[in-house]
């Protein structure tokens, strides 16, 4: 993948604003589009857009092939004769900065089930025809996981391990009876999904009118809890009732003294390899049927990853296994072309790691709040970046920039954390005329990375208040919303302007 010298926004599309609680595929996603095209942004970077799981994380999803159904607009619903006006006139009180999910969750929930009324006593041929169609082109993953999704609402959501053993083992039989014992479930979630799709595609093509492109987000591990584990139990290590034998993690660092154990499955890869790789060939085709570029977590991961025993407690006592390597992206290549893809390589990474992202030229990533932590040799520095890299002031990881220059807490040592800030304050030029988030993003852009990005948080610099997660923590994350009134015409142009004058606009004349 060659990058062209651009910039974009990082923003997850729960945080925009609107009036049912959380952001959606509605009005602000297009204003979002035109804010983006007036500041000569080409870059929409969007976290993973499938249904959330535990502590509301769409990294622990029940499905990496479906759509976050929350994300269902109800104005477009309206418009399709699915909801009537006054089914959406009176929406609770939602608060404006932040997503409550549970209740958003319940609200809309409400609405989706009336627009899947109105459509199955409705006549509906265009929308009928299109969810044929749907159906049809997704079948492969569509019908288990509306299935799934069925026979889990109807066990009041117990992991599928504690299912009725005939429905956690997938007999056929049990499975045949459940489709006629949820068959009303089984449809509505497949509408869902199909009114998900549709949204997402006409934004997607209003994005690509306005020449912005969408960098999605793919994990490297799904859920053990998901759809995809339930109906391919011969990719993962599980043992016979389906509980998992080993799991996924990172091994203890400076950061952790017991690392951490996310208790993802493991691929069995030589499975995977004896099968061609279908199941991730679909994965990325699915994908990139949504986005134009991914950002691939955990890259490290797929030149080796840390293993740990299901039954340890803590990722002290794992091991690094051999990963698929280059076998995997050769597979997928061969089937879907060159792969636009973006390794995160965040962490200790091996030369073996840069070695497999150099064969296929995915670039990597750098930080800024890590730039300024050891030598002037440091690769997060930018006087030492490459055109083959996406850099940014922070991820939706991170503290906001904001956040982390008035920390007072941190991991280092006093005197390290002043050594460090006194570094930063001569790299950044900090003469206290421009603020901190300024400063940085000035810095990236007049870098030599050949896309850089900022979560729209350190565009409008925002406190620690406004960061969208924090890792390890395991509730009221993926929370933060932007205000209607935040992205102004005023900061449209700002914006723009530094694009320009750092040649990272479709227009390459001299700004004046």
Known sequence: MDLTRSSGLLLHLTSLPS??????????????????????????????????????????????????????SPDELVQMGLLLPEDVAQPPDFPEEEVHFEAVTAYKRTLLEKAFDQFEAGVFHEVQTE??????????????????????????????????????QRDPEALAQARVDYARSVRMH?????????????????????HIQIFGDLPIYVAHDSADVWSHPDLFFLNDDGTSIVVAGVPPDYFSETGQRWGNPIYRWEVMAAQGFAW?????????QRVDIIRLDHFRGFEAYWEIPADEPTA?????????????FHAVEAKLGRLPIVAENLGLITDEVTALMNNFRFPGMAVLQFAFESSTDSYFLPHNYEQQLVAYTGTHDN???????????????????????????MYLNLNG????????????MGSAAGLVVFPVQDLLGLGSRARMNIPGKGSENWRWRVTAQALSSDLAERLGALTRIYGRAADKSLPT
């Open 433 to 444: 005329h421009e603020r901190i988030h300024w400063t940085c993003i000035r810095a990236l």
């Open 131 to 168: 969810l044929d169609a749907f159906i049809g082109q997704n079948a492969d993953w569509l019908e288990d996981y509306a299935l799934f999704q069925a026979i889990r609402e109807a066990h009041d959501f117990a992991i599928w391990t504690d299912w009725p053993t005939p429905l956690a």
């Open 316 to 328: 002290i006592n794992g091991r690094w296994v051999q990963g698929p390597g280059a076998s995997l």
């Open 19 to 72: 009036p049912y609680g959380i952001g959606d595929l509605g009005p602000s996603a297009y204003q979002f589009v035109d804010f983006l095209a007036a500041s000569h942004q080409r870059i929409w970077q969007v976290l993973p857009l499938v249904p959330v799981g535990y502590g509301d994380s769409p990294y622990a999803s029940p499905s990496t092939f479906a759509g976050n159904t929350i994300l269902i």
């Open 280 to 288: 991730w060939t679909r994965r990325f085709e699915k994908i990139f």
């Open 190 to 210: 497949t509408f869902w999904q199909y009114l998900f799709d549709r949204q997402w595609r006409y934004l997607h093509r209003y994005a690509r009118s306005k």
């Open 399 to 425: 503290d906001t920039v904001v956040g982390w220059w008035e920390q007072n807490n941190s991991t280092f040592a006093s005197e390290a954390m002043n050594r460090m800030k006194a570094y930063a304050r």
